[in-house]
Structures are given as C-alpha cells and as structure tokens.
C-alpha cells in the first residue's frame, strides 16, 4: 500500500459512504435533504433580510441573531451541497484536499456557533440584570470584538487541527463511512498513529464544551435569580419569553455535541454517527431561524410585509 505525508506532492482521494447502504432510499433522501437546505438558506438569509430593513430590529441581540444565522447557512452550504452531489452520482470520491478543506470550514463555524451562543446568554444577562447599564456594558465596540473574536477562535482551531492533520500519512485510497469528513473519520482512515492529533481535537472540544457552557449557565443562573424576584407573574413571563428562543436554540445545539461525544454506543455504530451527525451539520442550521423567527412578532411581522409587498409585485 502506497502511503502519503503532508509535504508529499502526490495525494490520495477519499470515498464518502454517506448513504450507500441505502440504494432505495437514496431518491427520497435526496429529495428530503434538498428540502432541508431550501429551508435553511432561506430561514438563515431571510432573517439576515429582515434583521437589515426592519428598524425595530437594529439591535444588539438582533445583530448577534443576525451573524448566528450567517454562520448556520455557511455550514449549511459547506456539507449539503457535497452530501446532494453524493446521493445522485456513482463516483461518491472526494479529493484529499477537498476533505481537509471541508473539515476546516466545518470546524471554523462550528467553533463560532458554539461562542456566538455563549456571547448571547451573556447579551441575555446583562439584559435582564443590568438593565440601566445595558448600553454601556454592551457597547458597539464590545459586541463587534465579540463576534471577532468567535470567528477567529473558530480559525483559529482550524487551523490547528488541520496542520495536525495535514501532518499525518494516509493511503491511497481510503474508505470514510460517514457523509461529511469530520475530523475522527479523517485520523480513521490514516495508515499513521493519529494520536496527538486526536488528543488535541479532544482538548480543543472540550475546552469550547466547557468554556462556553460555563458562560451560559452561570448566565442563566443570574438571570433566573433576577427573575424570580420579579414581584408580578406576567413581568416573570415577559422576561422569560425574551430568553426562551434561545435557550431552545442552545438545548437543541449542545445537547446534539454531548450526544455524539457521551453516547455509550454510538462509537460502535455508524448509523447512529452518521444521524448524529446529519442533526448536527444540517438539521440545526434549519432550525434556528425556525426558532427565532416563530416566537418573535416583530419578525412575523415584517415577513407578512415582505410576501405582500411580493405578491403585489407579481
């Protein structure tokens, strides 16, 4: 077997299973991943649209909704184009790097969905528990270094990962069980001890789970507290609609991470990887603007104005 290292010139291609094993149903799944990411990119776009024209919406909360819903339609875009193109042609082979290259967008925006929720809870908190210092605190220099930062820390894990990666020996021609080249199908297939690389992927996953989690509770602990001593129940219920979508959102995000690394038995099944993994990649993209966009009047609102005034156009 021929083996390549990073600084090779020659490299090998990669053949992605998805749902091979499925031949019936590859028609139907292919019609049904289509709808997902019709949805997901008009969702994702639409919100960006309506967070931009309606004035009522320029603020702060709104502009973090506004850059989670760009991220969720590039993650979007960087896994279904691929897994469409995988379920109507026979040549399922992606290029070596055509696979790191997917690898490394999917790890740039995942990264940053997990910090741009955290810096929402904490946009949340500094809402509901220093109102009069709202403002201040969440100044438009801070909240334009928040998001920066979330990006770059997502390329900066990138990055990381990928040189790790990129250092390893593969063979020629590998077999990868899965729809999307994440980083354990990646170091699964390597003909090298892929042990630092996986290390590191597992400190770096932790730290964002920990990191950002810690944010979010400790968040919603203080903003729990404040609401409770909210003497009437419709102020309790005003404030704690505010955060529902959210916490929808992030229950939804974070439970799908914790499953796929705690689950007892879905290291031995690829199945259940792969449905983990399509929740993950291409069902929670579509379903936050769901979420966002079904609870929020003011969103409705200008949506109802767009399809009238498109209506009227036609």
């Given at each position: 077997i021929m083996l390549f290292q990073g600084n090779q010139s020659s490299r090998p291609h990669f053949i992605l299973l998805g749902f091979s094993?499925?031949?019936?149903?590859?028609?139907?799944?292919?019609?049904?991943?289509?709808?997902?990411?019709?949805?997901?990119?008009?969702?994702?776009?639409?919100?960006?649209?309506?967070?931009?024209?309606n004035s009522k919406l320029h603020t702060i909360m709104y502009f973090f909704l506004s850059?989670?819903?760009?991220?969720?339609?590039?993650?979007?875009?960087?896994?279904?184009?691929?897994?469409?193109?995988?379920?109507?042609?026979?040549?399922?082979?992606?290029?070596?790097?055509?696979?790191?290259?997917?690898?490394?967008?999917?790890?740039?925006?995942?990264?940053?969905?997990?910090?741009?929720l955290a810096v929402m809870a904490y946009d949340r908190f500094v809402a509901v528990c220093n109102p009069l210092l709202y403002t201040v605190v969440m100044s438009q220099k801070l909240c334009a270094l928040l998001v920066a930062g979330s990006y770059m820390w997502g390329i900066v894990?990138?990055?990381?990962?990928?040189y790790f990666l990129l250092g390893l020996f593969y063979c020629e021609s590998s077999i990868i069980n899965n729809f999307?080249?994440?980083?354990?199908?990646?170091?699964?297939?390597?003909?090298?001890?892929?042990?630092?690389?996986?290390?590191?992927?597992?400190?770096?996953?932790?730290?964002?789970?920990?990191s950002t989690l810690m944010i979010i509770l400790v968040s919603y602990i203080f903003i729990f507290i404040t609401v409770m001593k909210i003497p009437s129940a419709s102020g309790r219920q005003k404030t704690f609609s505010t955060c529902a979508s959210h916490l929808t959102a992030i229950?939804?995000?974070h439970g799908t991470i914790l499953f796929i690394y705690c689950a007892p038995n879905l290291k031995t099944s690829w199945l259940l990887v792969k449905m983990a993994c399509m929740f993950y990649a291409v069902m929670i993209p579509m379903l936050n603007p769901l979420i966002y966009s079904l609870r929020n009047k003011d969103v409705k609102d200008t949506l109802k104005k767009l399809v009238v005034t498109y209506c009227i156009i036609i």
């Open positions: 094993e499925y031949p019936q149903l590859q028609v139907p799944l292919f019609f049904f991943f289509l709808s997902i990411y019709t949805v997901t990119v008009v969702g994702n776009l639409g919100m960006i649209i309506i967070i931009k024209i850059h989670l819903s760009f991220i969720d339609f590039c993650f979007s875009t960087v896994v279904t184009p691929k897994l469409l193109e995988n379920l109507v042609v026979e040549d399922r082979s992606i290029s070596f790097y055509g696979c790191i290259m997917q690898f490394s967008f999917i790890c740039i925006f995942g990264v940053a969905e997990t910090y741009m894990c990138s990055l990381t990962l990928t999307i080249c994440d980083h354990s199908v990646i170091v699964s297939v390597s003909c090298s001890d892929p042990y630092i690389s996986q290390m590191l992927c597992f400190i770096t996953a932790v730290f964002n789970e920990v229950s939804i995000f």
